[in-house]
Every structure is written in structure tokens, then in C-alpha cells.
């Protein structure tokens, strides 16, 4: 059944905020030993995550009747996207403990790819869930609107979407900084990168343009499909965990678009580092859902994990 396949999707999160790009000056403050383990955890994090996913990715491209199925083309778009932001968020972040400048444009380029990619997360997760409503709520109409080809031109489109939000910085920036600027070394911040007000203004309107869409696409087509599921069959407990399940999952995700105002009151709240505090969302928000989420999705379904298991054990 459609459904149950369905019911087997990763809906992580993401991240379209500044913090995103972790951004943690070294303080004095700050044993060696501290950092030492920060930048250790983070390494180890950002190893697990790239292999993980670099299995699954073996295992779609070996398999046709996955990289012939438009849910796991999205799910894989998924996956390769979040090791791009994973891995480039952690250069970032090794970055930020090293107090050499880097070059303006190695900066630049860094940065933008970081922030494109962490774009296209949640929205990357709203067409999964959308594809799903779909196959479980409009099954007749499934094979004509979900094709390759349909699947394809979306991913194209969520990168189109994507670079239109975060490009605008970087022209905003060549309008209004002389020429020597960009020729110039910084500490590799997003701030330093894309130092006008503005920007930030236009970040928080059309984040909270894309906090309103994401969430209403989500919790009415899992809503719709818990719906459905309860129609066509007596056991609905399957889908009613898994909406539980996706539903924590988003909220980190959708935590991403409020994080500066969120790590604020939780500092004055609890009165804890600012610079702890950020390594600590970095952490919880950005790289543990791309850990978790590939891991759901190979033991919850059963055609990926059969194959899984195929490529583990040789067979």
C-alpha cells in the first residue's frame, strides 16, 4: 500500500537561518581542552553523517527499482543535500577556531553554498510530504503527476528557489562595499560576509514567508494521510507514531527559522554561555537530525532496508 511506504519518510530539518552557519569566535574563556572536544565532536558527528549517508547513496545507485522510484530520488536529493551543508558547515566551524583571515571569495563561496543548501531542507521536506498526500490520498493520479522527469524539474526548482533567496545577498553586498573589500581577508562569519542590515530584514521576512508555507504543507497532507490511513484500515497506529515521528523531527527543523530570537530568551532565561549555547543548538538542531533521519528511513522501510541489507552482507 501506498501508504506504508509513505508512512517510512525522513521529515528533518533544517535549517534556514543564520545559525545554520556556526559561527563561534574562540573566546578566551575558553580552555584548550574545550575546545579540543568541540571540534572533535563535531568531526566525529560530520564523519558518522558522511558515512552513513554515503551508504545509502551507494545503495540507490545500485538498485533501479530505487533510482527509478521519484520518493527515493526526493529522499536521495535529501541526503546529498545535507552532506553538503553538513560537511561545509563544519569547515565553517573549524574555521571559526582558527584566528588566521581566510581570502574574501574562498569565504564567500563557502558560505553561500552553506546557506543554499540550508535552504533547501525544509523545502526539499515539504515536497516529500506533499508526493506522499499523493500516493496515499490521490493514487489514481499518482504515475501521472509523480514522474522522474516531474521529479527532476521540482529538485531543479527548489535550487532555483533556493539560490534566489541567498544570491540577493551577495549582489546586495557588491552594491553597496568597494572593490577592495572583496579582495580582502576575514574572519569567516556570516556577518562579515554580508554585513548589511538589510539583508538581515529580507532574511526574516521571507523565513517567515517559508515558516508559514512548510508548516501548513506538512500538517495538512500528514494530517490528510493519518486521515485516509484510519479510512482504509483498522490498525492505524503505525501511522499515528509516524506522525508523532515526523512531527518532532519538524519542529527541530522548523526550529532553524527562529533560532537567533530562540538562543536569545533561552540565554537570558537560563543565563548560559552564548557561545556554549550556540554549539549546543548547532549541534542538537543541524547535524543530529542528519543522523537520526537516514537511519529512521533504512529501519522503517521495508524495500530500502531489504536492499540495505543486500549491499551490508555482499548478497
Same mark, same amino acid.
Given at each position: =500500500?501506498?501508504?506504508? /511506504?509513505?508512512?517510512?519518510?525522513?521529515?528533518?530539518?533544517?535549517?534556514?537561518?543564520t545559525t545554520? *552557519?556556526p559561527?563561534?569566535?574562540?573566546?578566551?574563556?575558553?580552555?584548550? !581542552?574545550?575546545?579540543?572536544?568541540?571540534?572533535? /565532536?563535531?568531526?566525529?558527528?560530520?564523519?558518522?553523517?558522511?558515512?552513513?549517508?554515503?551508504?545509502?547513496?551507494?545503495?540507490?545507485?545500485?538498485e533501479?527499482?530505487?533510482?527509478?522510484?521519484?520518493?527515493?530520488?526526493?529522499?536521495?536529493h535529501?541526503?546529498?543535500?545535507?552532506? %553538503?551543508?553538513?560537511?561545509?558547515?563544519?569547515?565553517?566551524?573549524?574555521?571559526?577556531?582558527n584566528?588566521? @583571515?581566510?581570502s574574501? !571569495?574562498i569565504?564567500?563561496?563557502i558560505?553561500?553554498?552553506t546557506?543554499?543548501?540550508t535552504e533547501n531542507?525544509? /523545502?526539499?521536506?515539504a515536497c516529500?510530504?506533499?508526493?506522499?498526500?499523493?500516493?496515499?490520498?490521490?493514487p489514481?493520479q499518482?504515475? #501521472?503527476?509523480?514522474?522522474?522527469?516531474?521529479?527532476? *524539474?521540482?529538485i531543479?526548482?527548489?535550487?532555483v528557489t533556493?539560490m534566489s533567496v541567498v544570491?540577493?545577498?551577495?549582489?546586495?553586498?557588491l552594491?553597496? @562595499?568597494?572593490?577592495?573589500?572583496?579582495?580582502?581577508?576575514?574572519?569567516?562569519?556570516?556577518h562579515?560576509v554580508?554585513?548589511?542590515?538589510?539583508i538581515i530584514e529580507? #532574511?526574516?521576512? %521571507?523565513?517567515?514567508?517559508?515558516?508559514?508555507i512548510?508548516?501548513?504543507t *506538512?500538517?495538512?497532507t500528514?494530517? #490528510?494521510?493519518?486521515?485516509?490511513?484510519?479510512?482504509?484500515?483498522?490498525?492505524s497506529?503505525?501511522a499515528?507514531?509516524t506522525?508523532i /515521528?515526523?512531527?518532532?523531527?519538524?519542529?527541530?527543523?522548523?526550529?532553524?527559522?527562529v533560532?537567533?530570537?530562540?538562543?536569545?530568551?533561552?540565554q537570558?532565561?537560563?543565563?548560559?554561555?552564548?557561545n556554549?549555547l550556540?554549539?549546543?543548538?548547532?549541534?542538537i538542531?543541524?547535524?543530529?537530525? #542528519?543522523? %537520526?533521519?537516514?537511519? *529512521?528511513?533504512?529501519v522503517?522501510?521495508?524495500?530500502?532496508r531489504?536492499?540495505?541489507?543486500?549491499? =551490508?552482507l555482499? @548478497?
Open positions: =500500500m501506498a501508504g506504508h /511506504l509513505c508512512s517510512d519518510r525522513p521529515s528533518e530539518a533544517p535549517d534556514m537561518n545554520a *552557519i559561527n563561534f569566535p574562540v573566546q578566551s574563556s575558553e580552555t584548550l !581542552s574545550k575546545v579540543l572536544t568541540k571540534n572533535l /565532536l563535531v568531526l566525529l558527528l560530520g564523519f558518522s553523517v558522511t558515512c552513513m549517508n554515503s551508504s545509502f547513496i551507494q545503495v540507490f545507485s545500485k533501479q527499482i530505487l533510482y527509478l522510484n521519484p520518493r527515493y530520488i526526493l529522499f536521495i535529501l541526503i546529498l543535500n545535507d552532506m %553538503i551543508q553538513v560537511m561545509l558547515s563544519i569547515i565553517l566551524f573549524l574555521m571559526s577556531y584566528r588566521h @583571515k581566510v574574501f !571569495s569565504c564567500c563561496i558560505m553561500l553554498i546557506l543554499i543548501a531542507t525544509p /523545502l526539499n521536506v516529500m510530504a506533499i508526493e506522499c498526500y499523493i500516493a496515499v490520498c490521490l489514481l499518482y504515475s #501521472r503527476i509523480c514522474t522522474i522527469k516531474n521529479t527532476l *524539474i521540482l531543479g526548482l527548489l535550487w533556493s544570491l540577493p545577498d551577495l549582489f546586495v553586498t552594491a553597496t @562595499k568597494p572593490l577592495d573589500f572583496f579582495h580582502s581577508h576575514v574572519a569567516c562569519y556570516v562579515n554580508f554585513p548589511n542590515p538589510d529580507k #532574511r526574516n521576512i %521571507i523565513h517567515s514567508v517559508f515558516l508559514a512548510v508548516w501548513s *506538512i500538517f495538512y500528514y494530517f #490528510r494521510i493519518l486521515f485516509t490511513a484510519r479510512a482504509a484500515s483498522k490498525d497506529k503505525k499515528r507514531n506522525i /515521528l515526523h512531527g518532532f523531527q519538524v519542529l527541530l527543523c522548523m526550529t532553524t527559522y533560532g537567533p530570537q530562540l538562543l536569545n530568551t533561552l537570558r532565561q537560563f543565563l548560559i554561555n552564548y556554549d550556540l554549539f549546543a543548538f548547532y549541534i538542531v543541524h547535524v543530529l537530525p #542528519r543522523s %537520526i533521519s537516514p537511519i *529512521i528511513y533504512g522503517r522501510d521495508e524495500t530500502f531489504k536492499y540495505l541489507k543486500k549491499n =551490508m555482499g @548478497k
